[in-house]
C-alpha cells in the first residue's frame, strides 16, 4: 500500500517504520519537509505526500486535526483516512466529525490512539489493537495492525469509535496504577 503518515513524532514514525519494514510504500507529511524520516521513508510537505498515498495516517496533535483536514480535504477523497490522533479534553477524543466535513468520501478508520508507541513498537505477544472503521476501510486497516505486530480487533462501524476511545481512560489509570510503564496493552481471551 502507499502510506502518507502524516506526523513523524513517537506514533507516525514508529508507524512508518513498521510499515515500510513490511514492504508498504511510506511518505511522511510534514512542515519540515523534505528530508528523510524515521526508517529512512522521504518527508515532504504534505501536499505532496497525500498525492498519491492510497491511506492516509493522522498522527499529529488532535488539536491540530481540523485545520490540517480542512486544508487538504479534497486530497482525502476516496482514501483510507486512519485517525489516530486524541483531542485531550475535548467532549470526543477522535476527529471523525472534521475528517467527515472536509471530506465526506473519506473511508474513516479509528485505530492506534489507546496504546502508547511503545507497544507498536514492540508489542506485547498477542496484544489486541481495538479499532472501528467504514467496512470499505475495514480490511485494510486489519492488515496494517496486523503488520505493527498486534491482533486487530475489529469493535464496529465508524459508529463505534466511542467504544474504542473508552480504552484510552482505561489505559491511562492503567499505566498509572503501574507506576507509569506505558508497555501495557490488552489482549481478548476466548
Known amino acids: 500500500m502507499r502510506i502518507a503518515v502524516i506526523g513523524t513524532g513517537n506514533i507516525g514514525g514508529t508507524l512508518g517504520t513498521k510499515w515500510r519494514a513490511a514492504g508498504h510504500d511510506v511518505v511522511y507529511g510534514s512542515r519540515r519537509a523534505p528530508g528523510d524520516g524515521p526508517g529512512g521513508a522521504p518527508v515532504r510537505a504534505i501536499g505532496a505526500a497525500l498525492a498519491d498515498a492510497e491511506v492516509v495516517v493522522l498522527a499529529v496533535p488532535g ?8 486544508a487538504h480535504g479534497g486530497a482525502l477523497a476516496g482514501k483510507v483516512v ?6 485531550m479534553g475535548a467532549p470526543e477524543f477522535d476527529s471523525r466529525a472534521a475528517i467527515k466535513a472536509a471530506s465526506p468520501d473519506a473511508r474513516y478508520v479509528r485505530a492506534f490512539n489507546t496504546l502508547g508507541w511503545e507497544n507498536f513498537a514492540d508489542p506485547v505477544p498477542s496484544a489486541a489493537l481495538f479499532f472501528a472503521a467504514d467496512p470499505e476501510a475495514r480490511a485494510v486497516a486489519d492488515e496494517l495492525i496486523a503488520a505493527v505486530g498486534l491482533e486487530p480487533a475489529f469493535v464496529g462501524d465508524a ?9 484510552l481512560p ?3 489509570a492503567l499505566v498509572q ?3 507509569g510503564n506505558r508497555r501495557l496493552a490488552l489482549r481478548v481471551v476466548q
Do not use: K
Open 63 to 70: 488539536s491540530a486535526v481540523a485545520e490540517l483536514v480542512a
Open 170 to 172: 482505561l489505559w491511562f
Open 177 to 179: 496504577q503501574r507506576g
Open 159 to 167: 459508529d463505534a469509535t466511542g467504544t474504542v476511545d473508552a480504552l
Open 82 to 87: 486512519i485517525d489516530a490522533t486524541n483531542r
